[in-house]
Nanobody, 125 residues
Framework: QVLLVESGGGLVQAGGSLRLSCAAS????????MAWFRQAPGKERDFVAA????????YYADSVKGRLTISRDNAKNTMYLQMNSLKPEDTAAYYC??????????????????WGQGTQVTVSS
């Protein structure tokens, strides 16, 4: 059983920055592909970014490329999402997720077994 806890959300003005963290416990962190998803009210949960087990390969949704950066520190059992140049349309609850094995089908939320409780990001215009 893997426990994931997100932190770092908040209210920020458009153009601002936030850094989200996802702390993992209860499993071998380095054996999991990790990802961030987000969900706005009334909408489906959307893929944001994913990172391979070693951290050498990353994937991004087109809407966040060049503005958001995913990273991980396996020694600290923690994943990060650096969010720059934030836009009002980035407003959502952000969830971290973990799946065993490689990055096949990394953008499909149904492939992820473990989820955090979410952290709210609100970007004002």
């Amino acid at each position: 059983q893997v426990l994931l806890v997100e932190s770092g959300g908040g209210l920020v003005q458009a153009g601002g920055s936030l850094r989200l963290s996802c702390a993992a416990s209860g499993g071998t962190f380095s054996s999991y592909t990790m990802a961030w998803f987000r969900q706005a009210p009334g909408k489906e949960r959307d893929f944001v970014a994913a990172i391979s087990r070693t951290g050498t390969t990353t994937y991004y949704a087109d809407s966040v490329k060049g503005r958001l950066t995913i990273s991980r520190d396996n020694a600290k059992n923690t994943m990060y999402l650096q969010m720059n140049s934030l836009k009002p349309e980035d407003t959502a609850a952000y969830y971290c997720a973990a799946k065993s094995g490689g990055t096949v089908d990394y953008g499909n939320p149904r492939m992820y077994r473990y989820w955090g409780q979410g952290t709210q990001v609100t970007v004002s215009s």
